[in-house]
């Protein structure tokens, strides 16, 4: 079954899209879009020193997302604009990551795999790597989840019930530097985000919990990582943006839906 | 022993100096007030004593396997997230739909176990979040501002219910207020800071020490209950009137 390459891009997909769902609920919860985006930008920059000094492109671009994402974290920290601090640093690690892999002697790079993503080359290894992290992020989530959701609502009042923001702070970092790692081969540097976002923001018009929320976000990415390898099959569009325009569709479902749900019970 | 204390706190955020030369303790079943203008450093008193900011100098000792409720000023809400009072109140550690409908059931919101927190009013959403402290079993309340944004019959239901509850407790209550002629006849002890301890000890001793006429500018003692202080007193920044804090109102 796995030697199937269409079974093992699906497989991999499904398994990232667990992990996004509830990681990207607290990515909207905590309004934190622009830090994932940061944070996958800066894979590319990992791609290139993993490529420089031959270790594998999964550990290179997590420790390099990591590092992003202790930065900004740590610059946030400090009071410095948000908004202008990520710009700076998101796009600079792209294009420090793009001229960085063009100098590399010998080694013809397809970049378009590194940015879109490339789940139809999905190998057996990457996929069992895929969903170790998947595993290991979930995981985390699950285990942190009341001390996540307490910090996510206020600081004072995890702080008071004895819960450390910091460290659960730390928790979701931790967390997108590995999904940023794993997603990279599905969607690409560029889209990571979208993945994140948009079916947690689909699974907001449907969810009157935040249990539900992270559940419904888990569903609406499968469903929009099967969907979206259809599309690609069926119309040799690419895959990882195919992926996000089905998430992105739903998206314009619920949302009109719910729109229409309340115009209703308004009246 | 005391539940909480500082010794020779001064808490700071970005070099302006917030609050200093703070001693303070607050015992098992007492209710204590801190009573400030604006700016004065009362929410910093309380963060320091959550333990949210570190202090500069001096120490905060908390007693072992304290456990605080605590109710904030304001609770921002991000649309985004999804929250039913019933799951709000299982924060942090959940809580059997008994338990639930008991609490709301004793802060007087029997009705919104299912509704939206985002749906409720100013005097429900401050229930609420009383009832996910009282959860809790806290040693001490802890209130901001608790009633910030209620009318005056709202302000006096809220601080009779926090009394009624402190008994069946049996906890300590610390609340940071500015509208004290309603807070004052229940507490114990009246701390009136700005920056520093400027005086404190029994509601009537405060009422009529100078250091507190002079910060909310009462010029006529004992007609407490008429005056809507003004919060435009001048006390300067730099603190030049110099007193000491062991002045004879010291609460025994």
């Known amino acids: 079954m796995l030697d199937d390459f269409l079974m093992r891009a699906l497989l991999a997909g499904l398994a990232v899209a667990i992990a996004t769902g509830p990681l990207g609920c607290f990515v909207v919860w905590r309004r934190m879009a622009y830090f994932g985006d940061a944070t996958a930008h800066a894979a590319i920059l990992g791609v290139a020193l993993a490529l420089g000094f031959q270790i594998s492109i999964f550990i290179g671009t997590m420790v390099v997302a990591l590092i992003m994402a202790m930065v900004v974290a740590t610059l946030a920290g400090r009071g410095w604009a948000m908004d202008t601090t990520l710009g700076v640093l998101a796009h600079s690690a792209l294009a420090f990551g793009l001229v960085a892999v063009s100098f590399l002697p010998n080694v013809r790079v397809d970049l378009t795999a590194y940015l879109f993503g490339d789940i139809l080359a999905v190998s057996?290894?990457?996929?069992?790597?895929?969903?170790?992290?998947?595993?290991?992020?979930?995981g985390l989530i699950l285990w942190r989840w009341q001390g996540l959701l307490m910090a996510t609502l206020s600081e004072d009042l995890a702080q008071s019930a004895g819960i450390h923001p910091g460290r659960e702070r730390m928790v979701l970092t931790l967390a997108l530097a590995v999904v940023v790692a794993v997603a990279l081969k599905i969607v690409g540097a560029l889209l990571i985000a979208a993945l994140l976002i948009i079916p947690a923001a689909a699974a907001r018009n449907l969810a009157r919990s935040p249990e539900m929320m992270a559940g419904f976000?888990?569903?609406?990415?499968?469903?929009?990582?099967?969907?979206?390898?259809?599309?690609?099959?069926a119309q040799d569009t690419p895959?990882?943006?195919?992926?996000?325009?089905?998430?992105?569709?739903?998206?314009?479902?619920?949302?009109?839906?719910?729109?229409?749900?309340?115009?209703?019970?308004?009246? | 022993m005391s539940l909480i204390s500082a010794q020779g706190v001064a808490v700071s955020y970005t070099g302006r100096r917030a609050l200093f030369d703070i001693d303070f303790s607050i015992d098992r079943g007492e209710i204590v007030t801190i009573v400030g203008p604006n700016g004065s450093g009362k929410t910093s008193l309380l963060r320091v004593l959550l333990g949210v900011v570190a202090p500069e100098t001096g120490r905060i000792t908390r007693a072992k396997g304290l456990r605080i409720g605590y109710v904030p000023q304001r609770l921002h809400l991000d649309p985004g997230l999804p929250m039913p009072?019933?799951?709000?109140?299982?924060?942090?550690?959940?809580?059997?739909?008994?338990?639930?409908a008991e609490v709301?059931?004793?802060?007087?919101?029997?009705?919104?176990?299912?509704?939206?927190?985002?749906?409720?009013?100013?005097?429900?959403?401050?229930?609420?979040?009383?009832?996910?402290?009282?959860?809790?079993?806290?040693?001490?309340?802890?209130?901001d501002e608790p009633t910030a944004g209620l009318d005056q019959p709202g302000v006096a239901a809220f601080y009779r219910?926090?009394?009624e509850v402190r008994h069946e407790m049996n906890c300590a209550v610390l609340s940071v207020s500015h509208d004290l002629h309603v807070v004052?006849?229940?507490?114990?002890?009246?701390?009136?800071?700005?920056g520093h301890i400027c005086c404190e000890g029994a509601p009537q001793i405060v009422r009529d020490a100078p250091e507190y006429r002079a910060l909310f500018g009462l010029g006529t003692g004992g007609a407490l209950a008429l005056y809507q202080h003004s919060h435009d007193h001048v006390h300067?920044?730099?603190?030049?009137?110099?007193?000491?804090?062991?002045?004879?109102?010291?609460?025994?």
């Open chain 2, 161 to 163: 219910l926090i009394d």
């Open chain 1, 124 to 138: 057996r290894v990457d996929l069992a790597v895929i969903a170790l992290g998947s595993a290991l992020v979930l």
């Open chain 1, 217 to 233: 976000a888990m569903s609406i990415g499968a469903i929009s990582v099967y969907g979206g390898l259809q599309l690609s099959l």
């Open chain 2, 236 to 252: 300067d920044d730099n603190c030049d009137h110099d007193h000491t804090k062991d002045h004879a109102h010291h609460a025994g």
């Open chain 1, 239 to 267: 895959s990882g943006p195919s992926i996000v325009v089905v998430a992105a569709l739903i998206f314009l479902v619920t949302t009109l839906g719910a729109a229409l749900v309340q115009n209703r019970s308004g009246r």
């Open chain 2, 85 to 100: 009072v019933s799951r709000f109140l299982s924060l942090p550690s959940r809580q059997s739909p008994q338990a639930m």
């Open chain 2, 184 to 194: 004052m006849s229940a507490s114990d002890r009246v701390i009136c800071i700005n």
């Open chain 2, 104 to 143: 709301l059931d004793r802060v007087g919101v029997p009705d919104v176990a299912g509704q939206n927190m985002a749906t409720l009013s100013g005097g429900q959403f401050q229930r609420v979040l009383l009832a996910r402290a009282l959860l809790t079993r806290p040693d001490i309340l802890m209130l």
